[in-house]
């Protein structure tokens, strides 16, 4: 069944000498202007909490679990504002890193952020997704929230279970230590 698929992609992400392959993932960038950095990092980490699968954690197996909501990445925050010529080459070196890098999934890294700060009050916010735990179609929604995190609402976290359930065809959950009761 599809579990069976999903095992087969994260077995296919080791090669015969058990080091990480290339992986799936989606890196984009915001450019903006005049953001407050602090309460978009609490809305970043704010988010962590809203959408579950942004701290899956997958073994070499192919199980899941996720990691608490203290151990999720710290948003780096690059400060290049007055630095112009640096700004240019960073950005550029950055996004060549960014776009062929592999996040550690087995340690719950399916996500990451980081923050640019440029002259004239810009700023680039940049999101690096692993493909295999966060589908490209729940990425629109997942900005949204954070839009509106940033914007004080409340949201309802989602159950963590519910992309499982479907995937493993359950209706009781079994699976790594969750339930579909939680």
Known sequence: GLGDVYKRQVNQLINA????????HLYIEFLG???????LIQSIKRLYSIHPMMRLRLSQEGEVDFIDE?????????????????????????RKSWEHQVLNIWDGEVIKFSIT???EGQFILHIDADMLALDPSCIPDMLEDLC??????????????????FIYGRTQSHHSGFSSAQ
């Open 17 to 24: 000498d058990g080091q990480e392959t290339v992986s799936s």
């Open 117 to 119: 700060l440029l002259d």
């Open 33 to 39: 202007r005049n953001i407050d950095v602090m309460k």
């Open 148 to 165: 509106r995190l940033y914007r004080g609402e409340e949201l309802e976290a989602m159950p963590s279970n519910i992309f499982f359930d």
């Open 70 to 94: 203290d151990k999720i990445p710290a948003v780096v925050c690059d400060d290049l504002q007055g630095k112009p010529d640096l700004a240019n080459l960073f950005i550029f070196e950055k």
